[in-house]
């Protein structure tokens, strides 16, 4: 190689800088200015720095010191904190010093999924109306003005370490702009109950499927089914394994998170994919767990919406109980402890719409699962009606629910629709609903000798079936085949 009186002096500062980019302390874009840390967990602060390298982490009177690897990666510890809305300040020494500032500490939530949880703020354009009674919220996107709710938007091209520090923000002007509406009025009404700082990280990327969100190695798994059958490992159908969670959600592991929060399945539905979802989704649920070394990390996700998947012309030919069946199947993983699904039945203006509006009752209606299940608030409403067991008297069937609120309802006074029964002949007819109590009682003249009941189970189903706090009641059908195999 030729080298002139130039080449080697640029030489030296290029393997200075390169000596010295990988000599000093960089740190994961999740830990920057203005985040929210996790209360009352473990919170560990990590990043890369030479091999053998010191470093110490000062944070609220706690001092841990910890020595790089051989490969240059370190991690420690910081104790449970309390809830604080005091600013404080992170100093991480090596070689050189990072200050992060304007740090609270609070309750951490993930929200990840397709477009209907990536569906940005400034995209909102349904303020002026409300539906079925749900009042909508103020204009956000302009007046939002609360400092303790923090946002961290995770753009996958993005997520390299950089000097700058600057992935949160306050969840307000510009930066609340592209954040998820769901995500955005999840914090903000969990924040009006439980009064501590929120923070809020969206990774979710629209068009998505489920395997993507889930590592490779987690997908080349049998399954073993309650009755001790095995099935094939999931069938990916090119759907890339690891492909999002590479880049979207390892580089955010392990920030201390409360729980997760999962929007997804329109483009799993599209492949009519059921039983094989509820395996996928499983793995998807424990593996995020594993990640964060937590079982117990709650993982609460919204049932699809009213949507006509069988108007679709593609390869994989729906009827219009495809959705139902993917509801089930959504369904089947709450056979998983710590987990929990909100219906949305009722939040659809247009059938053929598949983003519908009112991202601001999906996630409300997210916060008060989360207020009710893991923030112990247990006299808060968060379900609608829910399917618990059925009998047979005589010429009808006596439907018995759960999660009835304060009373079973008709949304708009009139009889209750979209029930159906069969007898033996497995044809289902209308029913005729009558509500006793905590129970609904069905009979059809078509069907005198009825088995079976459905309620909802059609892709257009909006039903007026409700408890009286307003929530609608879930989809169900009581001849469910898959049940006894979980």
Not at 52 to 72: C, L, P
Not at 293 to 307: R, S, W
Not at 364 to 371: E, H, I, M, T
Not at 390 to 404: D, L
Request: aromatic share 12%; proline share 7%; net charge positive.
């Amino acid at each position: 190689m030729y080298f002139n009186k130039w080449t080697l002096p640029s030489i030296s500062i290029l393997f200075l800088y390169t000596f010295n980019l990988f000599s000093q302390v960089n740190l994961p874009k999740i830990l920057g200015h203005n985040m929210v840390l996790q209360q009352l967990k473990e919170v560990p602060i990590w990043g890369t720095a030479s091999a053998g390298e010191k470093i110490s982490v000062d944070f609220a009177g706690q001092n841990k010191t910890t020595i790089a690897d051989h490969s240059g990666k370190w991690i420690v510890k910081l104790k449970p904190m309390k809830a604080s809305f005091t600013p404080h300040e992170m100093t991480i020494k090596g070689t050189n010093t990072i200050v992060l500032k304007n740090i609270l500490i609070g309750e951490v939530w993930l929200c990840s999924g397709q477009s209907n949880m990536e569906y940005a703020m400034r995209k909102y354009s349904k303020f002026e109306t409300a539906v079925k009674g749900y009042k909508p919220p103020e204009d956000d996107l302009n007046k939002a003005d609360n400092p303790n709710i923090r946002i961290f938007l995770d753009r996958r091209k993005y997520m390299d370490p950089s000097p700058e520090h600057l992935g949160w923000d306050n969840a307000m002007g510009k930066p609340l702009v592209d954040f998820s509406a769901v995500g955005y009025y999840f914090a903000k009404d969990l924040y009006s109950k439980l009064h501590v700082p929120i923070g809020m990280i969206s990774a979710a990327v629209p068009g998505s499927r489920i395997e993507p969100w889930i590592q490779t190695s987690k997908m080349e798994v049998l399954i073993q089914m309650k009755n001790e059958k095995m099935l094939d490992k999931p069938n990916t159908d090119d759907g890339k394994p690891g492909k999002f969670y590479d880049t979207m959600i390892q580089p955010l592991i392990p920030f201390a998170l409360k729980g997760f929060l999962w929007y997804q399945g329109e483009s799993s539905c599209f492949l009519n994919e059921n039983i094989s979802y509820t395996y996928k989704f499983k793995t998807l649920i424990e593996s995020w767990r594993s990640d964060w070394n937590d079982k117990k990390m709650p993982f609460y996700f919204v049932e699809l919406a009213p949507y006509s998947y069988s108007t679709t012309k593609d390869e994989h030919p729906h009827t219009t109980e495809s959705l139902p069946e993917f509801w089930e199947a959504q369904e089947l993983a709450l056979h998983i402890k710590n987990t929990g699904r909100i219906a949305i039945t009722d939040l659809v203006d247009s059938i053929p719409d598949l983003h519908p509006g009112y991202k601001w009752e999906v996630g409300r209606r997210l916060s008060l699962l989360a207020a009710n299940k893991t923030y112990g608030q247990k006299k808060i409403v968060c379900s609608g009606p829910v399917y618990e067991k059925m009998k047979t008297t005589g010429q009808s069937i006596v439907i018995t629910f759960k999660s009835i609120g304060s009373g079973l309802a008709s949304r708009d006074g009139k009889p209750l629709n979209w029930f159906c029964i069969a007898g033996t002949d497995g044809k289902f007819a209308p029913a005729k609903a009558e509500i006793k109590g905590n129970q609904v009682v069905l009979t059809a003249v078509e069907v005198p000798h009825p088995i079976s009941a459905r309620f909802g189970w059609n892709e257009t189903a909006k039903s007026n079936f409700i408890n009286k706090e307003g929530f609608p009641a879930v989809p169900f059908r009581t001849d469910n085949p898959w049940t006894k195999l979980f």
